[in-house]
C-alpha cells in the first residue's frame, strides 16, 4: 500500500523565494485552467447545437504552454511539471463536480493554501536532505525514510513550509483477535467497549477566546500593511496550532486502535445532519469525526486490522447491551442508560460501544 509522509522543511530565504514563485506559477496555472473551462461551460450551455469539447489536463497544458508561457517569463524560472501538475488537479476536481462528489472548483487566492507538486528525478541524500528538480537540494528537521518517489508536495501553512511524498510499505500482520467497539461522541471523544474513556482534546475551545480577540483587534487595519500582514501571520499560527492539538490527539487515538486490536467497530455517522444542530455544531467541528475515520481506515489497512463500519440507522444507543431490550425514545441529554426490562444501568455512550462490539462479534 502508499503511506504518505510529511516534514517541516529548514530552508533559506533563496529557498523560500524560490518556493513561493513555484505557489504562484502553480495558482496562476490553475486560476487560468479554472476561467477556461468555465467559459466553455457557459459557451456549451448557450450554445447547444455547437458545443466544444471539453479540454483534458494534456489539451489544457498544450494551450497554457502555446498562449500563456510564451508570454510570461516567470514561467521559465520554475518546474515544468509545477503548472502540468496544477491543471491534472484541476481536472481531477472538475470530475469530482460533474460525478457530484465535490461542489464547483473555485479560483485560488494568493497566502492561502499554497501548495505545488514536483514530479520528476527526486533524491533522498543522507538522512535529512531531499534533492528536487529546479530547486535544488532541500534540508528536513527529521529523518526522511529512505525510499524511491517520483513526485513530491510542497506546501506552506503560516510561515512554515512543509513537504509530502507517498511510498509503498509492506502490510503488517495483526497478531490480536479482540474486537473492541468505539463510540465517538461529544462529551468524550471516544468511549471503547473495554470500558477506557478518550477525552476530548477541546483544542478549539482553548483558545476561541485568544482567536477572537486577535482578529477582533485586525478588524481596521489597512490590508496589505505591514501591520495587517503582521497580524494575519499570528492569526494563521494560532490556526494551525489548533489543527496540531486535534490532529495529534486523533493520531494517537487511531494508531492505538489499529496495532492493538484485530477488528474494531464504529458507526457511519451523519456529520453534516448533526451540524444542523447549532447548539452542538461547534464541538462536532472540533472533534474531526472525518478525520478519524480517515486516518482509522489507512491504519487498519497498514497493521493488520479489519475495520467495520456500522449503518448509520442502527440503534447502538438505545439497545440494552445486557438483555438487547430497545427503548422507544432516548433524549440526547440521558447519560445513562436504564433498561426497563432487566434494570441493567450503565452509561450511555458505553453501552453504545458494548453493542458495536457484540454486533461485529454476532456476524
Known sequence: MLLGFKTELKLNNHQRTALVKHCGVARHAWNWGLALTKQILEHNKANPDSKIKFPTAIDLHK?????????????????????????????ESWK?????????????????????????????????????????????????????TKSCTISRQADRWFISFRFDVEHRE???????????????????STGEVIALSKSYRKYEAKLSRMQWLNRHKVIGSANWKKAQLQIARLHKKIANIRKDTLHKLTTLLAKNHGTIVIEDLNVSGMLANHKLAKSIQGM?????????????ELYGSKLIVIDRWFPSSKTCSNCGNKKYSLTLSERVFECEHCGFVIDRDLNAAINLSLYASGS
Open 63 to 91: 494551450w497554457l504552454v502555446a498562449l500563456v508561457k510564451s508570454e510570461h517569463e516567470w514561467y521559465y524560472e520554475c518546474s515544468k511539471s509545477t503548472p502540468q501538475q496544477a491543471l491534472m488537479a484541476l481536472r
Open 96 to 148: 469530482r463536480c460533474f460525478n457530484k462528489t465535490s461542489g464547483v472548483p473555485k479560483f485560488k487566492k494568493k497566502g492561502k493554501r499554497d501548495s505545488f507538486t514536483l514530479e520528476g528525478t527526486l533524491k533522498i541524500l543522507g538522512n535529512n536532505k531531499i534533492q528536487v528538480p529546479v530547486i535544488g537540494v532541500l534540508k528536513t528537521y527529521e529523518r526522511l525514510p529512505q525510499v524511491l
Open 174 to 192: 495483526q497478531s490480536n483477535s479482540n474486537v473492541v467497539g468505539v463510540d465517538l461522541g461529544v462529551k468524550n471523544l471516544a468511549t471503547l
Open 288 to 300: 474531526g469525526f472525518f478525520e478519524f475515520r480517515r486516518q482509522l481506515t489507512y491504519k487498519c
